[in-house]
């Protein structure tokens, strides 16, 4: 039977001054806090004796106390990804400050996905919002079908596609943009084109004062005007 919990809001006038709520409490910790298991949880428990593992907690939402001395906690989403009945293991994250995690307890940004620690302490604060890590090779994966392309674009107040990186799977075409605009292609025969759809040679470029450069210590080769 499904638990249905009515209450008034006050909300009446668009603010809520009784918010309808469950309040899980910790009245008696002094001390001695623990820092891996929930002080309150919400826990979701099978009693299929079917069930890999047997009947028992699979997930779990609580709060846990972030450091030692108390005072600051995080809210752990926690799973049984084993099939036993415990230990429940905590796979995302949600800190006091608002900063999420999957995959660890102590996340360097925004969002932090992690398969394992590399050892990295920080990440850089111009580019935390989104931190992927892992133990060994790491990667960021955009999937399309065969006959779309997937981006990355950068954008600004003035432009939301001020600069982009593009992958085009019909065609297999790499495309690098800045301006708002196309700057460069590379495909998958060797081709390399700047400024140019229409290329006449495996490097291309439209550009009226289009040069190509060698530099070596004080020694220059130029093709074009420099």
Avoid: C
């Amino acid at each position: 039977k499904p638990l249905t919990i009515y209450g008034s809001s006050g909300a009446s006038s668009g603010t809520v001054t009784n918010p309808i709520s469950i309040l899980l409490g910790d009245s008696s910790n002094t001390g001695g806090y623990d820092l891996v298991n929930p002080f309150a949880s919400l826990d979701f428990y099978t009693h299929d004796i079917n069930t890999p593992g047997g009947e028992g907690t699979r997930f779990r939402i609580g709060s846990v106390y972030s450091v030692a001395g108390g005072g600051t906690s995080r809210l752990g989403f926690f799973s049984d990804p084993a099939g036993a009945a415990s230990p429940l293991t905590e796979a995302m994250t949600i800190t006091d400050a608002g900063l999420v995690g999957i995959g660890t307890t102590s996340p360097l940004g925004n969002l932090h996905v992690t398969s394992g620690g590399s050892g990295v302490a920080s990440a850089n604060a111009s580019a935390n919002e989104l931190v992927v890590e892992g133990s060994g090779n790491a990667g960021l994966s955009i999937l399309t079908p065969a006959a779309n392309i997937g981006s990355i674009y950068f954008g600004s107040p003035t432009s939301n596609a001020q600069g982009r990186i593009t992958y085009n799977q019909s065609t297999n075409v790499l495309g690098f943009g800045a301006a708002g605009s196309s700057q460069a292609t590379f495909d998958g025969t060797s081709w390399y084109n700047f400024g140019t759809t229409n290329p006449n040679f495996r490097l291309s470029s439209n550009s009226v004062n289009a040069y190509f450069s060698v530099n070596s210590a004080s020694q220059y080769a130029w093709v074009g005007t420099s």
